[in-house]
């Protein structure tokens, strides 16, 4: 069932890169995190207890797929998962590439942005605009990988 209200049953979140009956794989197109990727559940639930054990099962498989392709083609220093719904109450995954410079590492991308000195700043924009460059292959990658499950 889907919500007239829910911004995610509504609009697809993001870039949409791979979908299914069950689940949609999108680019949340984060400027400051480019990799930042969601795993979105399409009927709308709230949460993860709310699906069947086999429906748990093919969400967090996608998810840790994600994170999987995630370490291969990008390289991060860590992957953040996450599953909130405070926000927006649709059963989602957040999986995040995170890298040591990144402005808010080892706090979560949502606190507030620290000051950084003009040098971080410009090592900060040069690993985000390297893996910029890597988002085709990455995505490429995801969808070979999930086209395969």
């Not at 040591?100 to 040069?126: G, M, N, R, S």
Request: glycine share 2%.
């Amino acid at each position: 069932m889907l919500s007239a209200k829910c911004p995610l049953c509504q609009t697809p979140g993001g870039t949409v890169l791979w979908q299914n009956q069950y689940l949609r794989v999108i680019d949340a197109c984060d400027q400051l995190y480019p990799g930042f990727t969601r795993v979105i559940w399409m009927a709308h639930v709230v949460e993860m207890t709310d699906l069947s054990a086999a429906e748990q099962a093919e969400l967090l498989r996608v998810v840790l797929l994600v994170e999987q392709v995630q370490r291969a083609e990008l390289k991060p220093d860590k992957v953040n998962l996450a599953a909130f719904g405070n926000v927006v109450p649709h059963l989602h995954w957040h999986v995040i590439p995170r890298w040591q410079d990144d402005p808010h590492f080892p706090q979560a991308v949502w606190a507030a942005v620290p000051h950084a000195d003009l040098k971080t700043q410009a090592a900060q924009e040069a690993r985000r605009a390297r893996v910029q460059q890597q988002l085709t292959a990455y995505h490429q990658a995801l969808v070979t990988q999930l086209d395969s499950i």
